[in-house]
């Protein structure tokens, strides 16, 4: 198989009311059936049933929402997926969410349906009913896809001066015994106000892996939420390595449900943010099987007024015994008004398990700093010896070598920037 994809969407319309009022005004469409369109009557109701969260939520403590819900946005032309892949093989399948859905086998259907059931994230919620078409990439039994599929959340060409959204969608489906390596890129540079609101699927069969790599950058001054919902079954292994750099208002969580024992998943985030920059970062690890791990290690570097939440939870259920799980938070603050907000948290109602959570702020350390002074080198350059060390860690694990190449260039320029003032 071979194209490339631009997930267009059918039409677009002028928004006139502010972004709390036109989501409530959503409709189903008149011609649109089966599952996929009951699903998303199904998010709507869901949606009006919990409505948007405010300050008292605790989810949402840190964040001020109103400047996006108090805007008029005009919905983009197009839902912000492209990728360009060449040449596939046969066992991967990549279509619009629309026209797979429906050739999905039912388990796979009844999954997203059980996930929307539950939802609790009311932007995924609107995601799911908002967006005209999403994209579903369907990995067939025992493959092994030797290179990395990459995907980017593009930012549409704007074509008036007033802000506007998109609703980017995938949805991945590995089958039993798959291995494969995504990355997701999310980069803008452009000036024009706007809000991504994106949605990711993934559900792992038997056996099946996935190396995600989830980038973030050049987003200075937008709002971008993301969301990214993996369900594991027996035996299967999720890692993911995201970087986040900046954002006027950036949210991403990523939930993982263990549905399969014996399944892993290793979570890893680097952020690195400045001015007034505010990211929220959540993740939750469900144990509702036994002999699972989870392992979660987020570092952040903070410079100016910037401000970031880092809220990780861990459940393990009555039933989910011989559950393993590691949460660790480290961050990195560089001036006096920046902030962090971290909350590592165990939820664990088995007996038989090994959890452990932790978090370590603070800055840089002045008697390696006086070290390295005392053997001649600058104080600008020993800061940003000590501070890409400190990044290195989550760096080094991405994979393949030139995105980790890339990732690291980008992180040096941009700490290069912060370490002069």
Same mark, same amino acid.
């Given at each position: 198989?071979?194209? %490339?994809?631009?997930?267009?969407?059918?039409?677009? *319309?002028?928004?006139?009311?502010?972004? @709390?009022?036109?989501?409530?005004?959503?409709?189903?469409?008149?011609?649109?059936?089966?599952?996929?369109?009951?699903?998303?009557?199904?998010?709507?109701?869901?949606?009006?049933?919990?409505?948007?969260?405010? /300050?008292? !939520?605790?989810?949402?403590?840190?964040?001020?929402?109103?400047?996006?819900?108090?805007?008029?946005?005009?919905?983009?032309?197009?839902?912000?997926?492209?990728?360009?892949?060449?040449?596939?093989?046969?066992?991967?399948?990549?279509?619009?969410?629309?026209?797979?859905?429906? *050739?999905?086998?039912?388990?796979?259907?009844?999954?997203?349906?059980?996930?929307?059931?539950?939802?609790?994230?009311?932007?995924?919620?609107?995601?799911?009913?908002?967006?005209?078409?999403?994209?579903?990439?369907?990995?067939?039994?025992?493959?092994?896809?030797?290179?990395?599929?990459?995907?980017?959340?593009?930012?549409?060409?704007?074509?008036?001066?007033?802000?506007?959204?998109?609703?980017? @969608?995938?949805?991945?489906?590995?089958?039993?015994?798959? *291995?494969?390596?995504?990355?997701?890129? !999310?980069?803008?540079?452009?000036?024009?106000?706007?809000?991504?609101? #994106?949605?990711?699927?993934?559900?792992?069969?038997?056996?099946?892996?996935? /190396?995600?790599?989830?980038?973030? !950058?050049?987003?200075?001054?937008?709002?971008?939420?993301?969301?990214?919902?993996?369900?594991?079954?027996?035996?299967?292994?999720?890692?993911?390595?995201?970087?986040?750099?900046?954002?006027?208002?950036? =949210?991403?969580?990523?939930?993982?449900?263990?549905?399969?024992?014996?399944?892993?998943?290793?979570? %890893?985030?680097?952020?690195?943010? =400045?001015?007034?920059?505010?990211?929220?970062? !959540?993740?939750?690890?469900?144990?509702?099987?036994?002999?699972?791990?989870?392992?979660?290690?987020?570092?952040?570097?903070? #410079?100016? &007024?910037?401000?970031?939440?880092?809220?990780?939870?861990?459940?393990?259920? @009555?039933?989910?015994?011989?559950?393993?799980?590691?949460?660790?938070?480290?961050?990195?603050?560089?001036?006096? *008004? #920046?902030?962090?907000?971290?909350?590592?948290?165990?939820?664990?109602?088995?007996?038989?398990?090994?959890?452990?959570?932790?978090? #370590?702020?603070?800055?840089?350390?002045?008697?390696?700093?006086?070290?390295?002074?005392?053997?001649?080198?600058?104080? &600008?350059?020993? @800061?940003?010896?000590?501070?890409?060390?400190?990044?290195?860690?989550?760096?080094?694990?991405?994979?393949?070598?030139?995105? /980790?190449?890339?990732?690291?260039?980008?992180?040096?320029?941009?700490?290069?920037?912060?370490?002069?003032?």
């Amino acid at each position: 198989m071979t194209g %490339k994809y631009l997930i267009m969407n059918k039409e677009m *319309k002028i928004n006139s009311k502010p972004y @709390r009022e036109e989501v409530l005004k959503w409709k189903p469409e008149p011609t649109a059936g089966g599952e996929l369109a009951r699903i998303r009557e199904q998010a709507f109701h869901r949606f009006q049933e919990l409505g948007f969260p405010t /300050r008292q !939520h605790e989810a949402w403590k840190y964040i001020y929402l109103d400047s996006i819900l108090n805007t008029v946005y005009t919905p983009a032309s197009a839902s912000g997926i492209e990728t360009d892949q060449g040449s596939l093989p046969s066992s991967v399948r990549i279509s619009s969410l629309e026209s797979g859905f429906e *050739k999905l086998p039912h388990v796979y259907q009844n999954w997203l349906k059980n996930r929307i059931a539950v939802e609790e994230n009311v932007f995924s919620l609107i995601n799911e009913f908002q967006n005209k078409e999403g994209l579903l990439v369907f990995y067939s039994k025992n493959m092994i896809l030797e290179r990395s599929l990459q995907f980017s959340l593009t930012v549409p060409e704007p074509s008036g001066s007033e802000p506007f959204i998109f609703y980017p @969608r995938i949805c991945f489906v590995l089958e039993e015994g798959v *291995k494969a390596e995504v990355i997701l890129n !999310h980069s803008s540079f452009t000036q024009h106000p706007y809000f991504m609101n #994106a949605m990711v699927d993934i559900y792992l069969a038997e056996g099946a892996e996935l /190396r995600l790599s989830s980038i973030q !950058h050049g987003i200075a001054d937008t709002s971008a939420f993301m969301k990214i919902a993996a369900t594991l079954q027996k035996k299967s292994r999720f890692e993911m390595i995201s970087f986040t750099q900046g954002g006027l208002t950036s =949210r991403q969580e990523t939930q993982v449900d263990f549905r399969g024992s014996e399944a892993s998943c290793h979570l %890893k985030n680097l952020s690195v943010l =400045r001015g007034v920059s505010r990211f929220y970062q !959540h993740a939750t690890a469900n144990h509702y099987a036994g002999e699972c791990q989870s392992n979660q290690l987020f570092k952040t570097i903070l #410079a100016g &007024e910037a401000q970031s939440e880092v809220n990780s939870l861990v459940h393990v259920v @009555r039933d989910a015994q011989k559950s393993e799980s590691r949460q660790l938070n480290r961050n990195l603050i560089l001036s006096d *008004k #920046a902030r962090i907000y971290s909350r590592p948290q165990l939820k664990i109602y088995a007996d038989d398990v090994k959890c452990s959570h932790g978090a #370590a702020t603070g800055q840089l350390d002045d008697s390696e700093l006086f070290y390295l002074r005392s053997r001649g080198i600058s104080k &600008e350059q020993a @800061r940003l010896m000590m501070t890409l060390a400190f990044a290195e860690e989550v760096i080094q694990l991405i994979e393949p070598k030139t995105l /980790r190449d890339e990732i690291e260039k980008i992180v040096k320029k941009e700490l290069e920037g912060i370490v002069k003032h």
